[in-house]
């Protein structure tokens, strides 16, 4: 690929061309902001596929992944443009993914295709014909559902066909480099656990008759084992008939039952439901069995209990209550009610998410939730039509709903409880609960791995959340106004995706209706493609810009390319500080107002009336962001607070830790500027002693539109400083800023929010710069912070907000 050179500039512009720099530098910063938002809106697109809003096929693939690939490249060069080839790097790693995404539009596996060992912790449903459907399932359950299941590694099927070619071929040693793999996998397993471990080695194959057993081994065994399962796999009569074979190594679980659940397809009584076998591993012939509803609440139908001798434990620990008729005791069930539904709620997420009814095999150890050891698809049989459950068909009018409106993140249909999402109890969520939260925030994803359904009051279906939604296939509606109010919690409710509907109680012809839905499955082979797309291009790894992984050589995904380039295109812009050209210009005026600060302001297009004279007055602004954050600043009542003055202590505490500063203050010192376009403003202001900038784009697209702020300084002695930046983290908290507090620095940063609320928050910023002026001069105390954040809140009525 041809790199593109962009000639750097050593020297400073002259006075002439210094407006001309920064306008220049602002449109190579616009072109970022509208080739990343393409780039977003086609990686929602195709995202939204994923979820079902409509059927696709490769036409629509290719065509998407030649859009991305473009605008991903033109981000790439603007961000070059703007650094005078700062990140030539990038360049390579956009490669790198384009050749990954042509290779799987072409039916290849990407670049894992072919290792020969991976961990669970890296596969997905779609990459089963690479490592076996056993392991991607395990994989699954831990990474995405929140099911208990082992920890492991998969030899794939390229390390399996080494070793039986090496087998068929005679050779007696074990090919060193699948060695050297497996060895690698083992001891991180082993380092991942706090016990000694025994290991299971299982055969993953497609046909189910396939019958070779298990085998359990210490880890120095390990090899050794692998070539015996291949060995006996062989010896199997027709095995190349059984298809691409994989070996799954876990850990081995202990456990006081064992048991199966089993999705009952056939024709009979029992057709419809769940049917879940358990028995003590000690006493398999102990056996019982259990139906139960296939639908929440999964209540249970029928029962196969075993009479038991008097005086011996159900299993360690547990002991039958007082004896009844028949030899049975009351309580005497292997399992109970809520350990049966635990086990059916798992199966419901792996249909869920596989798109059709799987048979899993579980244990039950100390914990309170069954552990997931083996999962494969049910073997689906034709109903009789008579066997067929028929609903009553009937429209629900609008009287009937509870909540309608909203957006679809993911099609589908749940039922549960309804439960309020609160940020501090994230990890108490209920499994199969319908989660109903004010906004869709992304440190909410960990509840969709527990949630049946998801409601929010705010959002839409293009943020992470809502990615996270597809991904697990969870229904979702975003943007539904009024949910927390209209879905009390405790509520069962039935939600419809599609219909951007929620109903009361249990909708059972709805809930049937997901057996008949007409959106591609996960097994289809275009389904499975996009997923396989999507893992390199979706994924945004680096979320940090301060972390020190934050590299150009971190970028695995489309979307960490065009993140890292829009971080570091704010940090270009924020330059303009440093350099400072446009405020030596005779193109700065200075702004009008009564507040006691000067303010200059240089308009880089659209952000001034043209009819404007020498000075500006507030009504010549044109910039939407700084008009919002102006409105704020002015308000007088802000700036009258109880500050106090610089006492003798305060001036002597203060000269070690501004000495250097003053020595090192630049030429514009003083100058309060602003730097202006008609959607973007970049805000420096020296207050006394501290400094603040903020940093904004308001353009009309959520994607798009960003807060970023910056404070430091003071001249209170370091204590106080501290707590001046806790009471404006306290009010940034409170706005969702992501903020970041180092010392007397306070860095935050808002993205993803719509025009209006970005403007209520610069409206905030503005008043939160005049209240904090010298304000760390009274921060005498830890209680001043919680009181003067309780004074800001009334005087610009945050709480309202």
Request: aromatic content about 8%.
């Amino acid at each position: 690929m041809r790199i593109p050179f962009i000639s750097p500039k050593h020297r400073k512009p002259s006075p002439e061309r210094e407006l001309e720099w920064v306008r220049s530098l602002f449109a190579k910063f616009q072109r970022i902001q509208k080739y990343n938002t393409k780039a977003l809106e086609t990686m929602a697109e195709m995202d939204r596929a994923l979820g079902g809003e409509y059927i696709f096929d490769r036409a629509f693939l290719e065509s998407s992944v030649r859009e991305l690939s473009g605008l991903v490249y033109q981000v790439a060069y603007s961000l070059n443009a703007m650094s005078r080839n700062g990140y030539i790097a990038l360049y390579d790693r956009y490669q790198s993914i384009k050749i990954t995404l042509e290779d799987i539009l072409a039916g290849g596996m990407g670049p894992l295709s072919t290792s020969l060992a991976l961990p669970y912790s890296i596969l997905g449903a779609e990459m089963e014909p690479l490592a076996g459907g056993l392991n991607v399932c395990l994989a699954e359950a831990r990474n995405r559902l929140d099911i208990p299941a082992p920890d492991g590694f998969a030899i794939t099927v390229a390390g399996c066909s080494r070793l039986l070619r090496a087998i068929e071929a005679g050779e007696q040693d074990f090919p060193p480099e699948l060695a050297e793999a497996i060895t690698y996998q083992a001891e991180a397993l082993l380092a991942r656990s706090s016990r000694s471990l025994l290991l299971t080695v299982r055969i993953c194959s497609s046909d189910r008759n396939l019958a070779i057993p298990e085998k359990i081994v210490e880890p120095g065994e390990l090899l050794e084992t692998c070539k015996l399962a291949l060995t006996r796999y062989l010896a199997v009569e027709g095995h190349n008939q059984h298809g691409p074979v994989a070996l799954a190594v876990h850990e081995t679980m202990r456990a006081h039952l064992a048991g199966s659940l089993t999705s009952v397809t056939a024709a009979g009584p029992q057709a419809g439901l769940y049917c879940i076998t358990a028995w003590p591993v000690d006493t398999p012939e102990q056996q019982e069995t259990f139906f139960l509803r296939r639908t929440y609440p999964f209540d249970l139908v029928e029962s196969e209990l075993k009479a038991k001798p008097a005086g011996r434990p159900l299993y360690p620990g547990i002991n039958p209550l007082s004896p009844g008729a028949k030899g049975l005791y009351r309580g005497s069930a292997l399992l109970g009610l809520s350990f049966l539904r635990k086990i059916a709620e798992c199966a419901a997420a792996f249909e869920r998410i596989l798109g059709y009814p799987q048979d899993l095999n579980w244990l039950r150890g100390d914990a309170e939730r069954p552990i997931t050891v083996n999962v494969s698809p049910t073997q689906l049989q034709e109903r009789e039509s008579a066997d067929t459950p028929e609903y009553e068909d009937v429209a629900l009018l609008p009287s009937q709903w509870l909540l309608s409106g909203g957006e679809t993140a993911q099609m589908g249909v749940a039922a549960g409880p309804v439960v309020h999402v609160r940020g501090s109890e994230l990890d108490k969520f209920p499994h199969g609960s319908v989660a109903v939260m004010t906004h869709a925030s992304p440190w909410m994803s960990p509840v969709l791995r527990r949630a049946a359904a998801v409601v929010t009051e705010v959002g839409a279906s293009i943020g992470h959340l809502a990615t996270i939604a597809r991904e697990l296939r969870v229904p979702a509606i975003f943007g539904a106004a009024g949910a927390l109010e209209r879905l009390p919690e405790g509520t069962v409710v039935t939600v419809d995706a599609g219909a951007k509907t929620v109903y009361p109680g249990i909708v059972e012809h709805l809930l049937a209706s997901r057996d008949y839905s007409t959106e591609l499955y996960p097994s289809d082979p275009e389904y499975v493609m996009l997923r396989r797309l999507l893992r390199w291009i979706m994924p945004l790894d680096l979320i940090d810009p301060d972390s020190e992984t934050f590299t150009v050589a971190n970028c695995r995904t489309y979307h960490d390319i065009i993140h890292f380039a829009h971080e570091r295109s704010i940090e270009e812009l924020l330059k303009i500080q440093d350099n400072d050209p446009g405020l030596k210009s005779r193109y700065v005026r200075k702004l009008e107002t009564d507040i006691p600060i000067d303010l200059f302001v240089l308009d880089i297009g659209a952000g001034v009336r043209p009819t404007a004279g020498a000075s500006i007055r507030p009504e010549d602004v044109t910039s939407k962001p700084f008009l919002a954050f102006l409105q704020g600043l002015t308000l007088k009542d802000v700036w009258d607070h109880d500050s106090r003055p610089l006492s003798m202590r305060d001036i002597i505490a203060g000269l070690d830790h501004n000495f250097s500063t003053v020595m090192e203050v630049p030429e514009h010192a003083g100058k309060n500027h602003a730097i202006l376009a008609g959607n973007y403003m970049d805000v420096g202001l020296r207050l006394g002693y501290h400094y603040c900038v903020i940093d904004s784009y308001l353009s009309g697209n959520v994607n798009q539109n960003y807060a970023y702020f910056r404070f430091a300084g003071g001249f209170a002695e370091p204590e106080r400083r501290r707590r001046r930046a806790q009471l404006i983290r306290t009010i940034l908290d409170r706005l969702r800023f992501k903020v970041t507090v180092r010392g007397d620095l306070v860095l935050g940063k808002l993205k993803l929010v719509d025009d209006r609320e970005l403007t209520t928050v610069l409206g905030v910023l503005g008043q939160l710069t005049g209240f904090t002026r010298q304000i760390d001069l009274s921060m005498d105390s830890d209680g001043r912070v919680e009181q003067l954040a309780g004074l800001f809140r009334e005087k610009t009525g945050l709480d309202q907000i």
